[in-house]
T-cell receptor, first 112, second 112 residues
C-alpha cells in the first residue's frame, strides 16, 4: 500500500532535549515536505526537499533542521525544542508532476 | 498563488449531495484549482484538481465556472465519513516550489 509513515505519532518532551521525527514514503517520490499545523494558523510549510541532498526552507524553518540522505526518508530534527514548537506535524511526498501531495498521519508534539 | 474564499461551515444530510463553493476571482490563466480535505487531525487528503474543464473521479466532481473565478466541489452522496474540513487551493501546477497554501477551509458536517 502506498503510504507516508511518521514516527512517533505522539511525543511529549522537555525544552532543549533534541528530538527527531522520522518520515518515510514507499512511493519512490522525489519531493518531500514538512508542515506544522496550529489552531487559527492553518498548515504552514517548514522545509521541503526536491530530491536527495536537496533541501530548502519553507515559510517557518526557524528552529528546525532536515536531511535527505535517501529518497524514501526525510527526518525532521529539533536540536533544542521550545514550547512554541508544540504543534501537529505532517510529512508529505509528491511524485514528479507535483500535482498531488500524500500526507502522513501526523505527529503531535508537546514541548514542556 | 491566487487567494481563495470559502464559507467557514456547511451542513449536509447523509445521502444528499454536498456542494462546496470556492471563490478565486484573481486566478490567473496557468493556475489550477485543487481540493483537499482533512478529517479531524488526520493528514490532508487529495480529492481532485482541474484547470478549466469539469473533472470527476471516484471521490467527487469539480465544476469550474467559464470565467474560472469560482468553482464547486460536489460530493454526490455524502456519508458521515465525509465530515471534514475541505480546502480549496489555487496554484500553478508543476512548479518547482510546491507549497500548498491551506486557508481556513470549509467545515462540512454531514448529519444522519
Amino acid at each position: 500500500e502506498a503510504q507516508v509513515t511518521q514516527n512517533p505519532r505522539y511525543l511529549i518532551t522537555v525544552t532543549g532535549k533534541k528530538l527527531t521525527v522520522t518520515c518515510s514514503q514507499n512511493m519512490n517520490h522525489e519531493y518531500m515536505s514538512w508542515y506544522r499545523q496550529d489552531p487559527g494558523l492553518g498548515l504552514r510549510q517548514i522545509y521541503y526537499s526536491m530530491n536527495v541532498e536537496v533541501t530548502d526552507k519553507g515559510d517557518v524553518p526557524e528552529g528546525y533542521k532536515v536531511s535527505r540522505k535517501e529518497k524514501r526518508n526525510f527526518p525532521l530534527i529539533l536540536e533544542s525544542p521550545s514550547p512554541n514548537q508544540t504543534s501537529l506535524y505532517f510529512c508529505a511526498s509528491a511524485g514528479p508532476m507535483l500535482d498531488t501531495q500524500y500526507f502522513g498521519p501526523g505527529t503531535r508534539l508537546t514541548v514542556l | 498563488d491566487a487567494k481563495t474564499t470559502q464559507p467557514p461551515s456547511m451542513d449536509c444530510a447523509e445521502g444528499r449531495a454536498a456542494n462546496l463553493p470556492c471563490n478565486h476571482s484573481t486566478i490567473s490563466g496557468n493556475e489550477y484549482v485543487y481540493w483537499y480535505r482533512q478529517i479531524h487531525s488526520q493528514g490532508p487528503q487529495y480529492i481532485i484538481h482541474g484547470l478549466k474543464n469539469n473533472e470527476t473521479n471516484e471521490m467527487a466532481s469539480l465544476i469550474i465556472t467559464e470565467d474560472r473565478k469560482s468553482s464547486t466541489l460536489i460530493l454526490p452522496h455524502a456519508t458521515l465519513r465525509d465530515t471534514a474540513v475541505y480546502y480549496c487551493i489555487v496554484r500553478v501546477s508543476h512548479t518547482g516550489y510546491s507549497t500548498l497554501t491551506f486557508g481556513k477551509g470549509t467545515m462540512l458536517l454531514v448529519s444522519p
